[in-house]
């Protein structure tokens, strides 16, 4: 049975089991002389039932899902002859990949007679595993709703029972963020470590010379310098500046214009079509700024007398990045102006400050530490774009503070490093995350200093 088909069993099996309690639990109460007597509501009684039904049964279906993949495929490899199990890990891997493509039929022929054998062992283990966990799943589902049927009793406490799964639901949502932000930043954080026991620390982050495959060991790397860093922030910095440039002013204004001048069929009309801009595409985006804008500020440039344009620039794609996230910065900023108080403004007007004033001297600096928060959330959808960059701005990392020539940024470099098939133990592929380490290091400064500014001016209005 597919892991869909079951989870849809398992759900129904719950519903079932809910009603069940809850019927059993308005036997009771006209057992004991009505629902007011019960400590709890019916429906309480049902969602505990559920729950003991449920959670076990879905607890033990993601555990199996998650452990299924790497138990087979390692009881497959002991199954192979004595010479196949002591390759390298890399070479593990690619010898299951290709009994996979075998058993898939993608292959048909093999590189060792004895894989046609292990293909057998995998159906067969892996029959063994689905008929395993259907049965697992399933008994362990209706054992559970067993015992929570049985539970049900006149005082059995089942809203405070559940109102405390509630409890634990909602702390482990809260904490699945914190988690993952930890988890990649200790994979970050030790993949980095091991590509600066092959690279210097200095080289990489002084280093203005950037050619991962001009590296072939880690003593060329080292000595070359083609991991120094500096040109890919160099670009990333100039290409986020222009966007945010364009997009800053532009957003902030726009939102201005909406909350205080706009009446309100205007606003209506012109704020949908503003965030339409935010549900596009960025190959679109990208599209737009490799065929239409760098051409036309590639011709632009040569009139007025320039040197030749690269047909790929920063400015190209800073531009159309400023585009793209002029939504973001106008819709908080749109937010915040709009929470300011009325009576903040009227203060103003009832001394004599004009609109032009009030807005300067009063609903911006009140509504300063939400405009700093939606800035900063364009700063970081800028220096995280990839497309755009890739397709106007190149892939070249030149060190240089012209817009006009072609530039690289950290993020495209990540993603060119880890394209294809790749070996997690070389300096070129190990750059890929000291490259990301640096990047969250970057952001984290942003953020510190964001949050300080927004504390200075929040203690200074609220």
């Known amino acids: 049975m597919a892991s869909s088909s079951l989870f849809l069993i398992l759900i129904l099996i719950v519903m079932v089991v809910y009603l069940f309690g809850r019927k059993r639990s308005e036997i009771l109460a006209q057992a004991v002389g009505g629902v007011r007597n019960l400590h709890s509501l ?9 729950v003991w039904a449920g959670v076990p049964g879905l607890l033990l279906l993601c555990a199996w899902l998650a452990f299924e993949n790497t138990v087979i495929q390692n009881m497959v490899i002991a199954g192979l002859p004595d010479h196949i199990n002591s390759l390298s890990q890399s070479e593990l891997g690619l010898v299951w990949m290709e009994i996979s493509n075998l058993q898939l039929g993608a292959m048909s ?12 062992r995998l159906e067969l283990l892996r029959s063994q595993s689905q008929m395993g966990k259907t049965v697992l799943v399933l008994s362990l589902t209706v054992l559970g709703g067993l015992i929570g049927w049985r539970l049900i009793r006149p005082e059995q406490k089942a809203r405070n029972q559940f109102e405390g799964v509630l409890r634990l639901l909602l702390l482990m949502s809260s904490m699945i963020a914190i988690l993952t932000t930890v988890g990649i930043l200790f994979s970050v954080i030790f993949e980095s470590i091991r590509f600066f026991q092959t690279v210097p620390i200095t080289d990489f982050v002084f280093g203005t010379k950037w050619s991962p495959q001009m590296a072939l060991n880690a003593e060329v790397a080292g000595s070359s310098g083609a991991f120094g860093a ?25 939102a201005v214009y909406l909350v205080e001048y706009a009446s309100p069929k205007m606003r209506s009309i012109v704020k949908p079509l503003l965030e339409v801009l935010a549900g596009i595409p960025t190959v679109v985006y990208g599209f737009f700024a490799a065929l239409t804008m760098a051409p036309q500020l590639k011709t632009f440039f040569e009139n007025l007398g320039a040197d030749p344009v690269s047909s790929e620039s920063a400015l190209a794609a800073g531009l159309v990045m400023g585009i793209m996230i002029i939504p973001f910065v106008s819709s908080l900023a749109d937010d915040v102006i709009n929470a300011v108080p009325n009576s903040m403004r ?44 890739v397709m106007a701005a190149g892939l070249a990392a030149n060190l240089t503070g012209n817009p006009l020539e072609a530039v690289t940024t950290v993020t495209v470099q990540i993603a060119t490093l880890l394209v294809g098939d790749q070996e997690f133990d070389s300096p070129k592929t190990l750059s890929a995350f000291a490259l990301g380490l640096m990047l969250f290091i970057t952001t984290l400064m942003l953020n510190i200093v964001a949050l300080a500014v927004v504390k200075r001016f929040r203690e200074q209005y609220d």
């Open 42 to 50: 019916p429906n309480y009684y049902g969602l505990m039932a559920a």
């Open 109 to 120: 022929s093999a590189s060792d007679p004895s894989y046609f054998v292990a293909i057998d």
């Open 230 to 254: 500096v040109p890919l922030f160099a670009g990333t910095l100039l290409i986020a500046s222009i966007a945010l440039i364009v997009a800053v002013p532009i957003g902030l204004m726009t």
């Open 346 to 389: 009227d203060g103003s007007y009832g001394l004599g400050a004009t609109r032009s004033e009030t807005i300067k001297l009063v609903v911006f600096p009140a509504a300063l530490p939400g405009i700093v928060s939606g800035v900063l959330l364009a700063a970081s959808r800028a220096i995280g774009e990839t497309m755009i960059v």
